[in-house]
């Protein structure tokens, strides 16, 4: 494909006008800017003439001359090496994957076992996955209470919903010490029950004021960047 940008630098380069080029091919100075703004392309001949005013090669005005022309310029071995890297190029392209950040709370650890302490200040570093998540806070799942739905090392990621129905899993926050857990609303107090049956119920009574951060609505183990 005949590229115009090409052929407007090397004619200024050569300090010529577009109507001084134009009288050497043989044609106008508007057949000129045509070619260059990429309106329309010369034919054989006229390209042909071109190439001879500025003695340059063949397919100097062709768009991938660059690339043409220092492949040329490799011997056998390494034209083949050119070759295979391009290929590995064009796989890849076809993986590529949109990740999103997230930024994880570090020194927070939703318990998935007895309770991890809950302080005012976490340090946060960022992690990576392949879905988009509407949500407040993130951090990890530590422990086994919640398998096989809830793995330790995913990262949770929790809406701040405060208790909004029945049996769902939320964060909680009871006696400083925070939790995920299904919650259950009773009488005196909320249940928490693990999904992994190996772990009994435990129950918050309200005069602890157990506190239900926020509904856990996505989890995921990290992707790399």
């Given at each position: ?36 703004s990429g309106m329309t392309v010369p034919n054989a001949h006229h390209l042909s003439k071109l190439e001879q005013t500025f003695l340059v090669e063949r397919d100097y005005f062709d768009e991938f001359y660059d690339l043409t022309s220092s492949y040329r310029s490799l011997n056998a071995t ?148």
């Amino acid at each position: 494909m005949f590229f115009g940008n090409r052929l407007k630098t090397i004619r200024l380069e050569n300090g010529l006008t577009q109507e001084n080029l134009g009288k050497l091919i043989g044609v106008g100075k508007v057949t000129i800017s045509k070619w260059e703004s990429g309106m329309t392309v010369p034919n054989a001949h006229h390209l042909s003439k071109l190439e001879q005013t500025f003695l340059v090669e063949r397919d100097y005005f062709d768009e991938f001359y660059d690339l043409t022309s220092s492949y040329r310029s490799l011997n056998a071995t390494n034209q083949q090496r050119v070759v295979d890297f391009s290929n590995d190029l064009l796989r890849n392209q076809g993986n590529i994957i949109n990740l999103f950040r997230y930024k994880i709370l570090d020194d927070i650890r939703l318990s998935a076992g007895r309770g991890q302490a809950l302080g005012n200040e976490f340090e946060s570093r960022t992690v990576y996955s392949d879905k988009l998540y509407d949500y407040d806070v993130a951090t990890w799942i530590r422990g086994d209470s919640m398998s096989p739905h809830y793995e330790s090392g995913e990262v949770a990621l929790i809406r701040e919903t405060g208790y909004d129905y029945e049996g769902a899993v939320y964060a909680v926050v009871w006696n400083d010490e925070t939790y995920i857990k299904k919650v259950f609303r009773e009488k005196n107090g909320i249940r928490l029950v693990s999904i992994n049956k190996e772990y009994k119920d435990m129950f918050a009574p309200f005069s602890d004021e157990p506190k239900v951060v926020g509904r856990v609505i996505g989890h995921f183990f990290p992707m790399e960047a």
